[in-house]
């Protein structure tokens, strides 16, 4: 089950609305959509969860480069909403660089179709390791102006979307949405 909301922040408070993201495809797409739901420019948060799984945090501040935290990558990397925010810079990759050099691989005929996945101590080898980390990964600061600490945000896990809300002081308005 997922659960997604913009928050924008204006000069009467937060504002919030739940968000449709079937026809967003990329982080562009994304915050393009946080874009248009300030039309003067002020911060708008875009807050994804999925139950018991993971949560993101996308903050766009008028036309800077969307900021982006999410609390399980390995987690996040199995959901199309996921994909979204794990961008290549996010993970620290190359663009275009999804997985090993097909060139670079050892296909050395194993037999019987036995993987050749561990070496001579029955360690995992570099080749199968896998390319997002566990754990989170993006900008952990990215509430840290607004009152929620890099610590805070990193502690969360069941229902981080309505903690960070509250601490904003935007819980009901977020609860009228969700």
Known sequence: MYFAALLARTEDGWEASDTELDDVETLSDLADLAREASPDEDTVLVLIEQEDG???????????????????????????????????????????????????????????????????????????????????????QVLEDLGVTEKELRSMTQDAVSEIAEVLGASEVLETVR
């Not at 296909?107 to 390791?129: F, K, R």
């Open 54 to 140: 993971w949560f993101g945090v996308v903050r766009v501040d008028g036309e800077e480069d969307p900021r982006i935290y999410v609390s399980d990558a390995a987690a996040a990397a199995r959901s199309s909403y996921g994909e979204i925010l794990l961008t290549d810079e996010l993970l620290g990759r190359e663009p275009g660089d999804d997985g090993p050099d097909l060139d670079a691989l050892d296909l050395d005929g194993t037999e019987d179709g036995e993987p050749d996945d561990e070496d001579a101590d029955g360690a995992p080898s570099a080749a199968s390791g896998e390319s997002v980390p566990h754990g989170p990964v993006g900008d952990a």
